[in-house]
Each structure stands twice: as structure tokens, then as C-alpha cells.
């Protein structure tokens, strides 16, 4: 069943080109931070924050299409009096969806970051602009599928975004054991270069 998803397996990239999550991802993104200039591991920590804030953009976005897929599922149960459109206000404000185990809680902006250009990602698919338009009109077994599926990406997205957590506390202790032995300069914290 398409559902207007379509999956693509990865394409091979080289190194250079890898997308920033296959970077961190890679078991050598970690390996040696002992022996790294400083500045690379300031650049692997900005790269780190960049994908929490951007994993954490289609997180939310996932949750709202996944509340809106609940409540048109109980809509049709007869559990909403109400259309989908005519809810949408309360539906995306109150939302309910809440994944488990809860990620770790960190400041993340609440603007739309830059996110790169929607492609054929999965998640891309996940989040098609067209979704609200269709929903009322997709078949019940379809939704459910679309329910599913969405579960499914937010499930990845979250993983992804627990590895990028776990990156970003690795880098964080390193920079750490050097300021507190003296070997990097603890100014450049306050006034970076």
C-alpha cells in the first residue's frame, strides 16, 4: 500500500557529502576525541546541536500529524463530534501524543531550524504538505497503515535524536577534562574566538 509514501533505499554517498546523522552515527565520529584539535570538537558539537534541534522539529511535526490521525480515527468512532478542520486549533495545541521512554529534556528552540530541503528521506514522506487535505478522505485501513508508519519514523527519529544526545554529552565531557586540567582555554566558553 503507497499511501503517497515513497521509499527509497539510502544512496551511497562519500564521506564528504554524508548526511550529518550517518556522521555521527559512524562508530568513528567518537573514537579518538582525546587526540582531536579543539576545534573540531567545538565543530562536532555545534554539529550535534544543529541535529537536536532539527530531529526535534520532526518529532513535533510527526506528533501533530499523529494526534490529527488519532483524532480522525475516534472522529469516525464516533468519539469527536466535531471535523477535523473545526478541531485543528485544539488538536495541535493540546496534541496527545507523548512517545516513551521520555528523551531527555534540553533547550531547543521553538523556531523552524534549517532543516535540509525536503527530499527522499523517509521522514520527507512522513511529513508531505498535503497530509491535512487527504486525511478525511483516506479509507480506514489506509489511516491505520498511515498511523503505523508514522509511528514507525517517530521511533527512528527518536533513536536518532538519543544517539546525537549521546554524541553531544561524549563531546561535552572531553571539552570538560581539558578546561578542568587546563589544557583548553575556559574563556573561550564566555568569548569564543
Known sequence: MNHGFILYPEETVSHKNRRRIDQV????FLSG???LPENDLKDRRVMCDDLDVELSFYRRMLHGRMDLVAFEMRRRAGEEEE???EALPRILTE???VSTPRLASRNVLVEVP???RSGRRIVDKALDSDFIASLPSIGDSDLSEIQRFLQEVEADVSQQRRSVHGALDSLQEELTRRYRDGTADPDELIFPG
Open 25 to 28: 552515527l559512524d562508530e568513528d
Open 33 to 35: 576525541l582525546g587526540a
Open 83 to 85: 471535523s477535523l478542520i
Open 95 to 97: 496534541g496527545a501524543y
Open 114 to 116: 534549517n532543516v535540509p
